[in-house]
């Protein structure tokens, strides 16, 4: 061995002391044999056999403490079983021939979960005792380079990992133990507990004890003058109608004394399952809000007063039903329902003039894809793909659009087309501006960037439930939808774009007297324009994924062959829809990528 070898070893030694703390004899001999190659794979760390999570917790071996954690409980959760249907099992064979479908099923559990549960714990336990050394040796390898890695043993890093296992490895063994609760079981829970909350005060009772009492005094004393009135031959109506009321009381009464009952008879283990161990509990249930509908009607005053056409909004209000109680969630929704209606009915004449303009863009541009010859079209896309995406795109683009003459979805596909042309134009309109404002306002940005992020996570067929609400269904809606699911893209990445010009361009451009219209108008812009029609080409690609989920709310085109043949389960038809939106995509991608190098180059 050389002297600069020894040397090392030596650092190594002292270092290994260090990051280890305690047991270094034993870690210094076993990460010599690991960097050697010399260890044996079933070489056992004791400690990380017998506790690996209490180990793995204390060295700060974060990665080995959630397996081995995950591990043990899997084991535990599969003896768990073994545990709940043994008793089941042993049931069935009272009556084997009975429950020979049982018996056999319930045996057949037991045993694989318990060879399971036999096989995680042994093998699990081997593995991580032989792997615990060699990661050990990992995150000291990591720790010489870094010493922000956890080194040596720590209470606190040990006290967390126990909390972990404390919170997890008791709750999941004990739902193993159970069945699945009754589904009505927390809900008439939480119903008794609201009848007592709302009867104790009612009679003066402290406890349901008292309640109780109470409740059986009262329905003892109407029962009697009930049985009283019963007793009379000759009753007048007045008797009659008291002696119906009190059968009516007494019912009622036995009722609620019955949820009481209900009420006293939950155990604190049935409260503690519809607590922790079944669904989230109903943290609340509130009064519904008011039934309000809102619609708008002729005003007969304004009318009579010459004001010709004149129209007033009404609010109709429903009698609430008594004793209803709903969730946040029905609370949130119903109060949105009636917020949506009120707005459309108060602002029907801006509703209905926007959905003119977008249906008569739509069927401008539907006209102008559908009556220019397609001999125009395909040349179009030809000279475009051409000039600025080569040969091979050029090939592909006139395939895919010989696809769509052959199989006769050249039309349907221009409606497609239309839809992705209004929807995108609108994005641009909107998002371009947007995108600047973006770049050039910093707590814009900071408002902004959340809720584009919000929008791009919402899924795509949440966006068709507004656009319905206020518009209906028929075209506009669907483009609108297209518009507010494509647009995130075209503002981010245009913000993106003018944020990424380098100050010292900016800089140059200021000092030789550019005004900012004229910085942004002659500088940024264009050195921003790969970003944003990188925007463009995602803005298209998002329509047009969108175009065929509009089909639901009444767009035409593509899409709505893909809804169709989805509906009446047409496999050939949907599919050969599908790969023409596919290659349409492609079609424009390719295109407009060619267009983005291009500006790139420039």
Request: net charge neutral.
């Amino acid at each position: 061995m050389s002297g600069a070898e020894q040397i090392e070893i030596e650092d190594r030694d002292v270092s290994i002391g260090t990051f280890v703390e305690q047991a270094e004899p034993y870690y210094a001999s076993v990460f010599e044999k690991v960097q050697r190659g010399s260890l044996p794979r079933w070489h056992q760390n004791i400690w990380a056999l017998i506790v690996p999570w209490a180990w793995a917790a204390a060295r700060g071996v974060w990665l080995l403490f959630w397996i081995s954690l995950a591990i043990d409980v899997l084991a535990l959760v599969c003896l768990m079983q073994v545990i709940k249907f043994s008793p089941l099992l042993a049931e069935a064979q009272l009556d084997s021939a009975a429950n020979s479908t049982l018996v056999a099923r319930y045996s057949t559990w037991v045993t694989n979960y318990g060879w399971a549960a036999t096989i995680l714990f042994v093998a699990g336990r081997l593995w991580m005792g032989s792997s615990a050394n060699r990661w050990y040796f990992s995150q000291y390898s990591r720790w010489r380079i870094d010493h922000a890695v956890p080194s040596g043993v720590n209470f606190k890093r040990l006290v967390v990992g126990l909390v972990v296992v404390a919170i997890i490895a008791p709750l999941t063994t004990y739902r193993a133990t159970q069945l699945r609760l009754d589904e009505r079981a927390c809900f008439n829970q939480m119903r008794a507990g609201e009848a007592v909350g709302q009867l104790m005060p009612a009679y003066g009772a402290g406890d349901v004890t008292a309640l109780l009492a109470s409740m059986d005094a009262d329905i003892l004393d109407m029962q009697t003058r009930f049985d009283a009135l019963d007793a009379i031959e000759a009753r007048t109506d007045a008797q009659n109608a008291e002696r119906s009321q009190l059968r009516r009381d007494v019912r009622d009464l036995g009722r609620e004394r019955d949820q009481v009952n209900d009420f006293q008879s939950i155990t604190t283990v049935d409260r503690f399952d519809c607590a922790f161990i079944d669904d989230f509990p109903t943290l609340a249930r509130l009064d519904p809000p008011a039934d309000v509908t809102y619609r708008r009607v002729a005003d007969e005053e304004a009318i009579a007063a010459g004001e010709e056409g004149a129209t007033k909004v009404i609010a109709q209000v429903k009698d609430p039903v008594e004793g209803r109680k709903v969730t946040v969630f029905t609370y949130s929704a119903e109060s949105i329902d009636i917020g949506i209606n009120k707005l459309r009915a108060q602002y029907a004449g801006f509703f209905d003039a926007m959905t003119n303009v977008l249906r008569q863009s739509l069927i401008r541009v539907e006209v102008a894809f559908m009556q220019t010859p397609w001999p125009v079209v395909a040349f179009l896309f030809l000279a475009l793909s051409w000039a600025f995406a080569g040969r091979g795109t050029t090939v592909f683009v006139g395939a895919s659009l010989g696809f769509l003459a052959l199989f006769e979805l050249w039309q349907i596909a221009m409606q497609t087309m239309a839809l992705v042309v209004v929807s995108t134009a609108v994005c641009v309109f909107v998002g371009l501006p947007i995108g600047i404002w973006m770049a050039k306002n910093k707590w814009f940005r900071w408002i902004t960037e959340p809720i584009l992020d919000v929008m791009q996570t919402i899924p795509s067929l949440s966006y068709l439930v507004p656009a319905v609400a206020f518009f209906g269904i028929s075209q506009p809606p669907a483009v609108l939808a297209t518009v507010i699911f494509a647009m995130p893209p075209m503002i981010k990445l245009t913000a993106l774009g003018i944020l990424q010009v380098p100050e010292s361009t900016k800089e140059a451009a200021l000092a030789f007297g550019a005004s900012e219209r004229q910085l942004l108008r002659k500088v940024e812009l264009p050195m921003s324009i790969p970003s944003i029609m990188a925007g463009l080409n995602q803005t298209i690609m998002l329509a047009l994924s969108m175009a065929t989920i509009s089909a639901f709310i009444g767009a035409e085109g593509l899409g709505a062959i893909v809804t169709s043949a989805l509906g009446d389960a047409n496999a050939g038809k949907g599919l050969l829809a599908g790969v023409a939106i596919a290659l349409v995509a492609m079609m424009i991608d390719r295109i407009l990528k060619g267009i983005r190098n291009s500006f790139s180059r420039i």
